[in-house]
């Protein structure tokens, strides 16, 4: 009889030590299978025409390569939790993984609502005032349009910003009516 509890005991931890195993194993395989989400700001970045100086239109505006980004988002504290300068490609195109970017609060550290982007610097010295189109000058701020990037192993949640501009530095009169 002891010895009959004395094996049924030793099954039972080795059952135990096997089931302890298998979880812990299968615990690092999700880990190591789980996807990774990365947020992601586009946005392109203007020169805008002398016509439409003063407005948000962007009729004739030419896409600037090569421009300076910034995108900043602060905390349900109101501190600094991410900053990074990007840049445009050939198209003015900006595409800003924010690696790194972390949430210390859901909803409150939500990228929707703690992130802004502005244009920072232009490599045309003909267009490099900073302008005021959507809001660039405090920070435009970010949109949900439903849209994602999906890999194997990765993620993209893609966020929308602007498009932003800079402006001409010299818009004379007969620029402005041509």
Known sequence: MASRYFSFSILSLLLLFVASSYT???????????KKIEVVVESTVYCQSCDHFGTWSLT??????????????????????????FET???GYLYAPLEGFKMQHYILDHPLHSCYVK??????ESCSL??????GLNGTPLRYENKRLHGSKYEA???AAGPLAFRPSDCS???THN
């Open 89 to 91: 490609d050939k198209n």
């Open 130 to 135: 900073l302008s005021n189109v959507n809001y």
């Open 173 to 175: 009169q007969s620029q």
């Open 24 to 34: 812990e194993a299968t615990a690092d395989v999700a880990k190591t299978t789980e």
């Open 119 to 124: 244009p920072v610097w232009s490599p045309l």
């Open 60 to 85: 004739g505006a030419k896409p600037i390569p090569s421009a300076k980004v910034s995108v900043s988002c602060k905390n349900h504290n109101g501190h600094v939790s991410y900053y990074k300068v």
């Open 157 to 159: 949640v893609i966020y």
